[in-house]
């Protein structure tokens, strides 16, 4: 059964991770495209190092698991602010489009 739960969690966020580096592909710029990147892969390192602590069971390997996963939780969000914070300080313009 935790092979099953494994299995799942895993696939989820090779999922999720996909879906973020297409919207990195497609997206229009820099904002939007870190925005995916950085919700996208979060969620998928977290499904995915949760799938890998799930198939390993109570051991010394999941208490690594879970720091870097504590890891990722705090720092993926705060780069990608940071980013973004500062391109927008730097003057790169958020895309519009005009719609006359």
């Known amino acids: 059964m935790m092979n099953f739960i494994a299995i799942i969690l895993i696939c989820t966020g090779l999922f999720f991770s996909l879906v973020g580096a297409i919207g990195a592909i497609r997206l229009p710029d820099f904002y939007s495209r870190s925005h995916a990147l950085g919700v996208m892969d979060t969620l998928g390192?977290?499904?995915?190092?949760?799938?890998?602590?799930?198939?390993?069971?109570l051991s010394v390997v999941t208490a690594k698991l879970f720091m870097i996963i504590m890891?990722?939780?705090l720092a993926n969000p705060t780069i990608t602010h940071v980013l973004t914070r500062a391109a927008f300080k730097s003057g790169l313009k958020p895309w519009s489009q005009d719609l006359l």
């Open 45 to 57: 390192t977290l499904l995915i190092l949760g799938g890998l602590a799930s198939y390993y069971g």
């Open 71 to 73: 890891f990722f939780y």
